[in-house]
């Protein structure tokens, strides 16, 4: 574990709690693998909220994700294409949203309507 990560994560997070964008900020200010950051998140018990992608961390609501009333059929071919072991890893859905200029939200709310889950997070969260 590294003390300049730990520094860094209590230094903006003095209430133990630190949101996803906060963190892939950190891990790109110090260089480093932001499932390092999230680690040592968790083992420092700092907690993380607000997904980027919508699917924890938002008080009352938990996750804000909702079903898309549609999706296109490249995004779809996207999402379907970018699958491992049948779930849409977190990296492949930011770089959907990037290619196809859409929020990340958008891309889990696009999955969600595809009933598909929204796995390997970057951070380790889930």
């Keep these: 574990m590294s003390q300049e990560i730990i520094d860094a994560l209590l230094e903006r997070a003095p209430d133990k709690?630190?949101?996803?964008?906060?963190?892939?900020?950190?891990?790109?200010q110090?260089?480093?693998?932001?499932?390092?950051?999230?680690r040592t998140a968790d083992?420092?018990?700092v907690r993380l909220y607000h997904c980027q992608l919508g699917l924890f961390g938002?008080?009352?609501?938990?996750?804000?994700?909702?079903p898309a009333?549609?999706?296109?059929?490249?995004?779809?071919?996207?999402?379907?294409?970018?699958?491992i072991v049948g779930r849409l890893?977190?990296?492949?859905?930011?770089?959907?949203a990037n290619r196809f200029g859409l929020r990340?939200?958008?891309v889990a709310n696009a999955a969600e309507t595809l009933e598909i889950r929204v796995g390997q997070c970057q951070l380790g969260a889930f």
């Design 17 to 28: 709690r630190i949101s996803c964008g906060g963190a892939f900020r950190i891990a790109e």
């Design 30 to 38: 110090l260089s480093v693998n932001p499932l390092e950051v999230g």
């Design 43 to 45: 083992e420092i018990g």
């Design 58 to 66: 938002y008080n009352d609501k938990e996750r804000i994700v909702q």
């Design 69 to 83: 009333e549609q999706v296109s059929p490249e995004v779809e071919k996207a999402i379907r294409e970018g699958l």
């Design 89 to 96: 890893p977190c990296a492949v859905a930011w770089a959907i």
């Design 104 to 106: 990340k939200t958008d």
